[in-house]
Nanobody, 124 residues
Framework: QVQLVQAGGGSVQAGGSLKLSCVASGFIDIKYCQAWFRRVPGKERELVAHLDREGITTFADSVKGRFTFSQDNTENILYLQMNDLKPEDTGMYYC??????????????????WGPGTQVNVSS
């Protein structure tokens, strides 16, 4: 079965760093759009960043210059390095994948595979 397992959340002071991980297993060997979302209670889920099938990354304006992607392709792990964290970064962070497709097909908003989320708390 397909599965996304997350880790790396925690509590830090403003200005600190965390590195989130998303380990994928059970997926067939095709190209997937991958994304990180975050959510606070009572508000809509926010797209933080996504990685397209060509490996190009896009970040929300609120995190540009502070968050970066990295991958361990051998172990099928996607990382989100979060630096200079701010209290407004607090939330539940989720990794997600779409259904997969050819290399040059564009990513859509239809992310159908989701990790369980990991909590990030940033204090002032």
């Amino acid at each position: 079965q397909v599965q996304l397992v997350q880790a790396g959340g925690g509590s830090v002071q403003a200005g600190g760093s965390l590195k989130l991980s998303c380990v994928a297993s059970g997926f067939i060997d095709i190209k997937y759009c991958q994304a990180w979302f975050r959510r606070v209670p009572g508000k809509e889920r926010e797209l933080v960043a996504h990685l397209d099938r060509e490996g190009i990354t896009t970040f929300a304006d609120s995190v540009k210059g502070r968050f970066t992607f990295s991958q361990d392709n051998t172990e099928n792990i996607l990382y989100l390095q979060m630096n200079d964290l701010k209290p407004e970064d607090t939330g539940m962070y989720y990794c997600a994948r779409d259904k997969g497709g050819p290399l040059f097909d564009g990513c859509s908003s239809s992310f159908v595979y989701w990790g369980p989320g990991t909590q990030v708390n940033v204090s002032s």
